[in-house]
Structure formats: structure tokens, C-alpha cells
């Protein structure tokens, strides 16, 4: 069995950082640079017969296209050993694509020899060319013409008139109180283009760029600024909730919201 | 007031970038981490914070703007042990924990703090001499932002004091100027004695 490790939990990657660098390349291309200290706390406590052992590390990156010809450099960072002969070994790893996620894998094979023996630590530096994917959450937004006319907007109006947003969703509360769900953003969208619809209904096309994969994501859409009416409000009428985009499905479409009035109190 | 953290020995190399925005310039950087700076004891866990510096100084940083260079500076850096060694049988740990990068305020330099450990336990009756040195690298990716479009030579950096250096006037400028005043007034002498031998 493997030691798996995710580098977005600092007790199992120390210091993991990571970025991307845009070379001018007109493809997309991006060269990604990941960096840490894996904890796999590998042990064993036999002098004479060698322990060997796969790690894994979950890097956290989800790409949709990791070229091959990836370097990987790795080094030992933390060892320890109890007055015996010993050995501790790291290989150069390897970088692999998870195809079903699309997140980044890093695959070491390591061995140790030696009583009370440790591998704690390993850093890693990876250097990869990887294409990112269009990771984006669309769909549209109905909006009756009587509660507004949309089809007359410019660009800009048009893009002011909704605050759309992809959030993570955090479980909030204390033990024993109520328990809350707060939405944080990561990513934001805009309106796209407006069409004309049957009954006075105008659908407003919006798309979500960048959206991150494996994180489950609660679509919100709010009109906002001057030129709506008072008493009106937006809710999701179709489509996944939450949605989660992977490496094998970058995209989700068809998450839709409409804009209705309040009924009044009777 | 904070000690000035310990400059050591950088290879550097820096090569165009075209983004993300603001950023346009990639460093490598390469340096060994100064040694543990606490003596171990026999038996005795140790753990120390080095601080040090490297030579990479963002080019053309400004003071002012420090909170937008935080901002926009990338690093990602690791390190690992490259030598380890003890002087007899030892039980022992040598570790390298954490590495964190420190823009530095006043300059731009890059500095960083990398947390290490030692630990070591001699059961000789007649101990007492036993030693533990380990050596550690580091490696680190920089993504900046630097205002000028050609930039120092693979292996090389700019300070403060070598843009001084290259913009002044050099040696030989002052050397060439004064020869061609001497040559300048040396004619005019002789024409004016020229003028007065004439008369």
C-alpha cells in the first residue's frame, strides 16, 4: 500500500508552494512550478533487509494536458537512525496525470535500511509543461421584459446588472448552535449575450472561467445595481447544485437561473 | 532591532517571462543553506531558524511599492540535505522542516528562514567527542516583476552599487577627455604664439 500524502495539508507537505509562468507561447502552454517537503514518516527497524516503499503525493493542480519530459528533483530532508549501519534512498520520481481528476500525482519510490530507522521528510521540485483546461460553469439567466428590458444594454451595463460567482461551500456554527453554510467565491463570471425568448422572457447567457476541479461549487447570482425593481429575486432552476468539474468533465453547462418577482403577503 | 540575516553565495540565473501580469522575469536560484548554528549536545533535540540571505535582489525595486512587490512576487523554493556526517557511531536525526522566502523591505532582497533539527545520542562509556555537520541546499523559482528589458547576464545580479558603478563616468572616459583638453590647449598655445611671433 502506498503512502499518500496531499500536498494542500501543511502536516503532510510542509512549505508546498506552487505557480505557473506564462512563456509566450501561443498554445496555452504554461510551465508549472511546484515545490515542498513531503512527510511520509516512513520507518522501519531492520538492519539487514532493505524496507522499500511507494509514496504518493496529491500536488492539488488540476491540469488538463501534463506533457511528457516533466523534471523532478528530490532530495532526503529529515532522517533518522539508531546506531546501526543504515541506508535511506529517494528516487528522481516521476510526475503522472490523474486522468479521472486531472490533478498532478508525483509517484517516489523510496527504501530504507537500518534499526529505528526514519525517512520523516523529502523535498520535491518539479518543473512540468502542462495545458490547463477550460474549466467553466455556464448556463442562463431568465429575466422576464416586464420586470426588465435586457436586450437594450450595452456590454458594460449589461455586465454590471448581475454579480455572478462559483463558491466553495464551508460548513459554519458552533457545537450545540445552529449550523450554517457560508459560500466563499473562486471564481467569478459575466454575462455573455442576451437572446429573446417566447413570452416576454430574455435569456441571459453567463459563463464561469477558471473554476478549480474536484472542489464541489455552488453557483450564486445576484442582479444587482440600479435598474431593477424592488421586490425581486434569483434562484437556480436547473443544472447540478453543487457542481463539480473534474479532469474528465472541465465543464458543466446548463446551470440555470431565473429572475422572478416576490408574490406579495396576503 | 532585528540582525541583518546572513548573506551567503547565490547562482542565479534569470530568463524573460511574458506573465501572469504583472510578472516578467524567472529566476533559479541556488545556494547552500549557511549550517546549524546551535551546538548539539549529546542526547539533546535541537531545532534552529536560519535566516540568511541571498544575492537575488529584485532589479529596479522600490521601497515604497514593497507591499505591491509582496504581492506580486512568486516564490517557490525547497530544500535538502547534500552532506551528512558524524564523527563515530551515532544514533541521530538531521532534519530540514520548512522553508519559507522573506522579501526584504529596504532592497528587495530575497532572504528566507528554513526551519532545521538535530538530534544525536552516544552510548560509548568514553564519549564525548562525537560531531555531526550536515549541509543542506537550497533551490528556489522566483516570478517578478523587473522594470528593465535587458537584464543582468546568467550568473551575475545588479545592486544599487554596480548600476552606480556602470552609469558614472569611468577612467578612461576621464583619461580620453583630459588628453584631448591637453591636445585643445597645446594648439591653441601654439597658435597664439604663432599670432604673437607674426606681430
Redesign the interface.
Known amino acids: 500500500m502506498p503512502i499518500v500524502l496531499s500536498a494542500l495539508d501543511p502536516k503532510q507537505v510542509?512549505?508546498a508552494?506552487?505557480?505557473?509562468?506564462?512563456?509566450?507561447d501561443p498554445d496555452a502552454r504554461r510551465?508549472l512550478?511546484?515545490?515542498?517537503?513531503a512527510v511520509p514518516e516512513f520507518w522501519t527497524n531492520h538492519d539487514e533487509e532493505t524496507s522499500q516503499q511507494e509514496i504518493v503525493v496529491r500536488l492539488g493542480t488540476h491540469v488538463a494536458h501534463l506533457e511528457p519530459g516533466a523534471v523532478t528533483?528530490?532530495?532526503?530532508?529529515?532522517?533518522?537512525?539508531?546506531?546501526t549501519n543504515f541506508a535511506f534512498r529517494v528516487d528522481s520520481g516521476q510526475l503522472e496525470h490523474d486522468t479521472a481528476s486531472g490533478e498532478l500525482v508525483l509517484r517516489v519510490q523510496a527504501a530504507i535500511l537500518g534499526e529505528?530507522t526514519?525517512l520523516?521528510?523529502?523535498?520535491?521540485?518539479i518543473?512540468a509543461h502542462v495545458r490547463r483546461a477550460r474549466a467553466q460553469i455556464s448556463g442562463v439567466i431568465g429575466v422576464p421584459a416586464d420586470i426588465r428590458d435586457m436586450t437594450h444594454l450595452s456590454e458594460g451595463m449589461l455586465d454590471a446588472a448581475f454579480e455572478i460567482t462559483a463558491n466553495r461551500v464551508e460548513r459554519g456554527g458552533v457545537p450545540g448552535g445552529f449550523a450554517f453554510d457560508k459560500l466563499i467565491p473562486v471564481a467569478t463570471g459575466s454575462p455573455t449575450a442576451v437572446r429573446r425568448g417566447n413570452d416576454g422572457m430574455q435569456f441571459v447567457e453567463y459563463a464561469i472561467d477558471g473554476c478549480p476541479f474536484a472542489v464541489p461549487m455552488v453557483v450564486e447570482v445576484k442582479p444587482v445595481g440600479p435598474g431593477w425593481p424592488g421586490s425581486i429575486g434569483c434562484g437556480q432552476v436547473a443544472g447540478a447544485r453543487p457542481v463539480t468539474l473534474t479532469g474528465l468533465a472541465p465543464d458543466a453547462s446548463g446551470v440555470d437561473f431565473s429572475v422572478s418577482r416576490f408574490q406579495p403577503v396576503r | 532591532m532585528a540582525l541583518m540575516p546572513t548573506p551567503v553565495e547565490t547562482r542565479i540565473i534569470r530568463s524573460?517571462?511574458?506573465?501572469?501580469e504583472p510578472?516578467n522575469t524567472?529566476a533559479f536560484l541556488r545556494c547552500l543553506v549557511p549550517g546549524l548554528d546551535v551546538p548539539v549536545g549529546n542526547d539533546e533535540h535541537v531545532r534552529s531558524t536560519l535566516h540568511f540571505m541571498t544575492e537575488f535582489r529584485i532589479d529596479g525595486y522600490q521601497q515604497s511599492q514593497f507591499e505591491w512587490y509582496k504581492a506580486n512576487t512568486?516564490?517557490?523554493?525547497?530544500?535538502?540535505?547534500?552532506f551528512?556526517s558524524t564523527t563515530t557511531?551515532?544514533?541521530?536525526?538531521?532534519?530540514?522542516?520548512?522553508?519559507?522566502p522573506d522579501l526584504r523591505q529596504h532592497d528587495g532582497t530575497l532572504a528566507f528562514k528554513v526551519g532545521l533539527?538535530a538530534?544525536m545520542?552516544d552510548?560509548a562509556w568514553f564519549g564525548g567527542y562525537e560531531e555531526l555537520v550536515m549541509t543542506v541546499?537550497l533551490?528556489?523559482?522566483v516570478?517578478c516583476f523587473e522594470p528593465r528589458a535587458e537584464r543582468p547576464k546568467p550568473g551575475t545580479q545588479r545592486t544599487p552599487w554596480a548600476a552606480l558603478v556602470g552609469d558614472t563616468i569611468t577612467v578612461s572616459d576621464v583619461v580620453k577627455r583630459r588628453a584631448a583638453y591637453k591636445l585643445a590647449k597645446a594648439a591653441a598655445q601654439a597658435a597664439t604664439h604663432r599670432d604673437q611671433t607674426r606681430c
Not at chain 1, 73 to 83: T, V
Not at chain 1, 120 to 125: E, I
Not at chain 2, 89 to 100: H, K, P
Request: glycine content about 6%.
Open positions: 510542509a512549505s508552494t506552487q505557480f505557473e509562468v506564462l512563456l509566450g510551465l512550478i511546484m515545490s515542498g517537503i528533483n528530490l532530495g532526503l530532508a529529515s532522517i533518522e537512525n539508531d546506531e529505528e526514519w520523516h521528510r523529502f523535498s520535491y521540485q518543473v | 524573460a517571462a511574458t506573465g501572469p510578472c524567472l512568486l516564490v517557490s523554493a525547497t530544500a535538502s540535505l547534500k551528512i557511531d551515532l544514533s541521530f536525526r538531521m532534519a530540514v522542516d520548512v522553508v519559507e533539527g538530534w545520542q552510548d541546499s533551490t528556489a523559482y516570478l
